[in-house]
T-cell receptor, first 116, second 114 residues
């Protein structure tokens, strides 16, 4: 299994809703990432988990709350989002956060989030 | 923060033509990756480079890790309509032995006319 699976593929939520994005990989990767991508822009790093511990938070607003329940799963909990948070949210994984890797980062297909 | 300069921003070519795009940085990188992204999908890794001077091919795609460790290029030979998409370079800065996070270029949008 060489995939990163993200669910749901599409999500529409109101500004008062609470929702969660899910990401799963079974490649034994120990680093997992959340990226946000706006249209026609490159992905922007949000969070990095290394060995199930939050390693990097790129000054992301607290309305985004990541969680790594185990080495295969990564969640992103959403609460009180704003319309400008609408974007493609990408999950990625890599064998480790540091050190050379022969596989780069493997990305999921993303969740297209629309905040109304 | 650290930025990558990717060019060209967009390309409109005829099917069968060769394509070349590149990325440059102001500092040394120890990893260069090339991704392709199609609408509604996540980036897909095309080629990964880990050594200065390394030249790697993947079918009609060829990429090189520049000798200066500050640049990389991607060539696509004999383009076909399914090559359409946005190509991103990504690199990991070398902070004197430790590794930085992946940094993305702004992308090259490729359009191929049949």
């Amino acid at each position: 299994d060489t995939e990163v699976t993200q669910t749901p593929k599409h999500l529409v939520m109101g500004m008062t809703n609470k929702k969660s994005l899910k990401c799963e990989q079974h490649m034994g990767h120990r680093a997992m990432y959340w990226y946000k991508q706006k249209a026609k822009k490159p992905p922007e790093l949000m969070f990095v988990y290394s060995y199930e511990k939050l390693s990097i938070n790129e000054s992301v607003p607290s309305r985004f709350s990541p969680e790594c329940p185990n080495s295969s799963l990564l969640n992103l909990h959403l609460h009180a989002l704003q319309p400008e948070d609408s974007a493609l949210y990408l999950c990625a994984s890599s064998p480790s956060m540091s050190g050379l890797t022969n596989y780069g980062y493997t990305f999921g297909s993303g969740t297209r989030l629309t905040v109304v | 923060g650290q930025q990558l300069n990717q060019s060209p921003q967009s390309m409109f070519i005829q099917e069968g033509e060769d394509v070349s795009m590149n990325c440059t940085s102001s500092s040394i990188f120890n990893t260069w990756l090339w991704y392709k992204q199609e609408p509604g999908e996540g980036p897909v890794l095309l080629i990964a480079l880990y050594k200065a001077g390394e030249l790697t091919s993947n079918g009609r795609l060829t990429a090189q890790f520049g000798i200066t460790r500050k640049d990389s290029f991607l060539n696509i030979s004999a383009s076909i309509p399914s090559d359409v998409g946005i190509y991103f370079c990504a690199g990991r800065p070398d902070y004197g032995g430790s590794q930085g996070n992946l940094i993305f270029g702004k992308g090259t949008k490729l359009s191929v006319k049949p």
